[in-house]
């Protein structure tokens, strides 16, 4: 603002000499004239303020600067403005910039000196206010995270800086790059390609500092966030994204014995797993070998447990041709659930459709049933039946991967009984305002993001944070081969129409159109193409294959 | 050039090159017979008298140009640039305005008086050029930026400039001036290329059709308007002669870079990615906003039925349709060629008005008349005939220009950066913009109002 005024102030001072030097010369005489030269001097002198604003550019840039408004000031009012105040249409004919050539020059000169005049007034001017303006202080921000709800709110962090938000974000995740988790069963059976889900922070999230590290411990009180690597961040506000980790409920053996699908290593861990136990089958001679090697149990049966049984179907008859020796009823899939239905998160109708679907491929279920211990060759169910099998997928129990215990937010999603710590995502319990907690989804979790850092931006800006308020959208679920079911704004979608939504609306969600192009690259050539085989990892993660 | 660079070192410096400027000015003066006019500043009509005092003013305005400068960290070859819009300037203050007042007359501020002092500009823009170089010249020792062109980068600039000199009709001054341009040539993109080149241009119809053609074949050195005029059908011709090898210059180095460079840190620094898409959207819509600006110039010039011959019919509508069909493009080509050389509100204005001109000599005195069927005419009439175009191909270029660099900075803030490695890049970045653009764009923008006014017959 003040910028401005020195532009004005130099604009007229500049006007004086020319003013001078055109009266002299008898170019303007009437007092109107004069008021309408004061008037454009003025517009220059601002928008060369404005333009020349909080830059330290040399006194040519500045100068050069005032020579070309003056030529474009001739272009805007002695071409355009002056005809269309006498009533006359702008020709902008090389006649009429004949005419008014004179104010060319004139213009020139004063651009010119006004640039001259204000470049002084400027240095002069700025190392002032250098001496009475301390360097501000940004509000220094960590987000530990790098799932949807940190990547999340740092883009809206990024976004608030650029609109003059005084911020310095850090973001600390313990991977570089922010997995797209619901094509992950897709990557567990050999459909997609690990990297093509999974977009790195760093190019996602450009503008933010990042950190590729695991943090220890976080404290609240003197507000510092420890990194394993002993590294100390201190913090005015801390963002918790820290998602969940699988939880056994310290049942004996799945810990140690089951497959997990909660990150890209888990993904390509079991699919190379899963590929080995058909290399080994193939030439099992033992029946009770290969019955081990050929069953495949799946414990939980939410999103994550139904579509990575579906997607394990599929990838083992969808390679099967290369295995002569497993005939085409050999393997066998169970998926085990507590619950009395599948899909608890689907209304009832769908979820009794997947279940028919799954049914139908000869997926076999166990409902009402936990799973209570397993081995390396089997596993145990509530009511001691034992299911011999290599491969357990665990997808039953999800706690937050906290730092600092449970975290319960409130509605504007601070962190209880710690001050400027907020939590969002799948780490922490947010509670809707009209009663519940938000469910731990991707939907969810990318909302609250972006309204954390709006809040925080709000707190740091002096105002209230808002309540978060977000209803599901929808939810859709795969069902392996070109099945799914779906439910968006109350209605219902189930078969190729579900199948051909749930890919277009996972496809759009992707982050990046890199990773888009790449993930339909991978769906358009699997249609020609069959399923990969390539066994990449050269040791098992676990002993499973063994020779008897 | 640099920041360390005292004030007394470049004003010295300065005063020598204005010493040598003024020498190749008072050399053109004195084949033109005006020496006698500076002189009249000391009350006599003495030759020599007039030649001391010209290099007297020659020296304090060098002296003032190497102060000018010397915070700019301008390029060697980019210095020259300053040194053009430095004369161009001191045109309108010196002859048109100092002069006649310390003579006791009125400024010389109407246009006749200016078509007379043509032979003044010619000569003030060569002063500048001749300031520039030598300015440049005398830092060499000390210049970290300069780097003396490898003898590739001179047969690159030998090809590119005898490919569109035959396009052109003028083989040999392209070959000099390709290889002149891998002189002043600076590593950058292919859009501040443009624009660089069109100024290169000009500077070339001045120095080759103007003076050195004259000079080698008539033995005479006549800048005046009538001769000027009739040289002007040339102007366009250089123009595109000098953008053109300044873009065929870039992509034969980005063509060998790519097959022959084996280290990748040489090859490429960003990918398009994603954001490029995003670019080419926001090209198309900043190519809107300026269209649209234009179509206030068209309508009023009633140009859009001229526009509509090109798809063969005659209607107004049909000429918007085409108009801003050719908007987008252009709008979208501007995102190709610009994509984040623009860090301020006046860089993007700055870019977009010199690619705006660069687009009238193409598009409306070129290409239209060939697409309508029409003769082209390059001559100085035909120029002055376009000049409501130009109006309006500025205001398209202010506008697209300043609308492409808002959305831009709306998403893509490409300096505001995450690490100091990136914002140095940034920096030395926007350095180099700063460095010759902003004259590049003055100058442009002079010439483009100055030159049609100036050549065309009288008012």
């Not at chain 1, 609306?505 to 069959?530: A, C, H, M, N, Q």
């Not at chain 2, 950058?188 to 443009?194: D, I, K, M, R």
Request: glycine content about 10%; charged content about 15%; proline content about 4%.
């Amino acid at each position: 603002m003040e910028q401005l005024g020195w532009g004005a102030v130099a604009g007229l001072a500049a006007a004086l000499p020319v003013g001078v030097l055109m009266a002299t010369q008898h170019m303007v005489t009437a007092f109107p004239g004069w008021l309408a030269f004061a008037a454009y001097a003025l517009v220059i002198g601002v928008a060369l303020g404005a333009v020349a604003r909080g830059t330290r550019q040399g006194l040519a840039m500045t100068a050069s600067a005032g020579v070309l408004l003056g030529a474009l000031g001739w272009l805007a009012f002695s071409l355009t403005l002056e005809p269309l105040l006498h009533g006359v249409l702008p020709t902008w004919s090389a006649v009429a910039a004949a005419k008014t050539y004179p104010e060319l020059v004139g213009n020139v000169l004063h651009g010119a000196i006004t640039g001259l005049l204000l470049h002084f007034v400027v240095g002069v001017w700025t190392m002032k206010e250098r001496v009475r303006r301390a360097p501000s202080e940004r509000t220094k921000i960590v987000v530990v995270g790098g799932g949807f709800a940190g990547v999340a709110a740092a883009q809206r962090f990024e976004r608030l800086v650029l609109r003059g938000a005084k911020l310095d974000v850090t973001l600390v995740s313990d991977s570089n790059f922010l997995l797209f988790t619901p094509m992950l069963a897709e990557v567990a059976s050999g459909a997609l390609e690990p990297a093509h889900i999974s977009a790195p922070i760093r190019s996602a999230a450009a503008h933010t500092t990042f950190l590729y590290g695991r943090v220890d411990r976080v404290d609240s009180v003197v507000r510092e966030v420890v990194l394993e690597s002993g590294e100390v961040l201190g913090y005015d506000h801390l963002v918790l994204a820290v998602g969940s980790v699988p939880h056994t409920f310290g049942l004996p053996g799945i810990a140690e014995h089951s497959f997990p699908l909660k990150n890209l290593a888990d993904a390509v861990a079991l699919r190379n797993h899963v590929l080995r136990l058909l290399e080994a089958a193939d030439r099992e001679t033992d029946p009770r070998t290969r019955r081990e090697l050929l069953t495949f149990v799946v414990a939980g049966a939410g999103f994550a447990g139904t579509e990575t049984i579906a997607e394990l179907f599929d990838l083992v008859h969808g390679v099967s041709h290369y295995y002569p020796g497993i005939a085409p009823e050999e393997p066998r899939f169970v998926l085990v659930h507590a619950g009395d239905r599948i899909l608890p998160e689907l209304g009832p109708e769908l979820a009794a459709y997947s279940m028919e679907r799954l049914a139908a491929r000869g997926i076999e279920h166990r409902l009402k049933l936990r799973v209570t211990e397993a081995a390396e060759d089997l596993v145990r169910l509530e009511n001691d039946e034992l299911i011999a099998t290599r491969t357990f997928v665990w997808t039953a129990g999800n706690k937050p991967a906290s730092l600092v215990g449970a975290l319960t937010t409130d509605t504007a999603l601070r962190a209880e009984g710690m001050d400027n710590v907020w939590a969002v995502g799948d780490c922490a319990r947010i509670p809707v305002v009209d009663g519940g907690f938000h469910p731990p989804t991707a939907q969810h979790a990318l909302r609250q993001g972006k309204a954390v850092a709006d809040n925080i931006a709000a707190v740091v800006a002096g105002r209230t944070p808002v309540e978060f308020r977000f209803h599901t959208i929808g939810v859709l679920v795969a069902l392996g081969h070109r099945t799914a079911a779906a439910e968006i704004r109350g209605r219902r979608f189930a078969g190729l129409v579900a199948w051909l939504l749930w890919r277009g609306i996972y496809l759009s969600k992707l982050p990046g159109v890199e990773k888009r192009l790449r993930v339909l690259f991978d769906w358009t050539l699997d249609l020609v193409f069959p399923r990969d085989i390539v066994v990449t990892s050269a040791t098992p993660r676990k002993s499973k294959v063994r020779a008897r | 050039m640099t920041d360390v660079m005292k004030a007394r070192d470049a004003a010295i410096s300065g005063a020598l090159a204005g010493l040598a400027g003024g020498a190749a000015f008072g050399a053109t003066m004195a084949i033109q017979g005006q020496l006698a006019t500076v002189a009249s500043i000391v009350h006599t009509d003495n030759v020599v008298a007039g030649l001391a005092v010209h290099m007297v003013i020659a020296t304090v305005l060098g002296a003032g140009f190497g102060l000018l400068v010397s915070r700019q960290r301008a390029r060697a070859g980019e210095t020259v640039f300053w040194g053009l819009i430095y004369g161009a300037f001191w045109w309108f203050l010196g002859p048109q305005t100092l002069l006649p007042l310390f003579l006791g007359q009125p400024v010389a501020w109407d246009l006749t008086s200016a078509q007379t002092l043509l032979p003044s500009l010619m000569g003030h823009l060569l002063y500048g050029a001749v300031t520039g170089i030598a300015f440049v010249v005398l830092q060499q020792d000390t210049d970290p930026l300069w780097q003396r062109p490898s003898r590739s980068s001179i047969l690159r600039g030998l090809i590119a400039g005898l490919v569109l000199g035959l396009l052109l009709g003028l083989p040999w001054e392209g070959l000099l001036a390709g290889a002149g341009y891998a002189l002043i040539a600076s590593p950058e993109s292919t859009g501040p290329a443009l624009v660089r080149g069109t100024v290169y241009g000009f500077a070339w119809w001045v120095f080759a059709a103007l003076t050195v053609e004259p000079l080698l074949f008539n033995v005479t050195l006549d800048w005046s308007q009538k001769a000027a005029a009739a040289d002007a059908h040339l102007m366009p011709a250089y123009v595109l002669l000098g953008a053109g090898i300044a873009v065929l210059y870039t992509w034969l180095g980005l063509l060998s870079t790519v097959l022959f460079t084996d280290d990748i840190r040489l090859v490429r620094t960003e990918a398009a990615g994603k954001r490029g898409l995003r670019a080419l959207g926001y090209g198309a819509l900043a190519g809107i906003a300026g269209g649209l600006v234009f179509t206030v110039v068209m309508a009023a010039v009633g140009e859009f039925p001229l526009v509509a011959q090109m798809i063969g019919s005659h209607s107004a509508v049909a000429g918007f349709v085409v108009h801003m069909v050719i908007a987008q493009i252009l709008g979208i080509s501007y995102a190709v060629l610009f994509r984040r050389r623009s860090f301020d509100l006046t860089s993007g204005i700055g870019w977009g008005l010199s690619y705006g001109f660069f687009w009238w000599t193409l598009g409306d005195l070129t290409l239209l008349p060939l697409f309508t069927g029409t003769p082209v005419d390059w001559s100085a009439a035909g120029i002055a005939a376009g000049f409501p175009s130009l109006v309006g191909h500025l205001a398209y270029g202010a506008a697209l220009g300043a609308v492409y660099h808002r959305l831009e900075r709306r998403a893509n803030p490409w300096w505001q950066t995450r690490s100091k490695a990136v914002a140095e890049r940034t920096v030395a970045r926007r350095d180099q913009i700063r460095g010759a653009a902003p004259a590049m764009w003055v100058f442009t923008v002079l010439i483009a109002l100055i030159i049609p006014m100036l050549v065309a017959g009288a008012p």
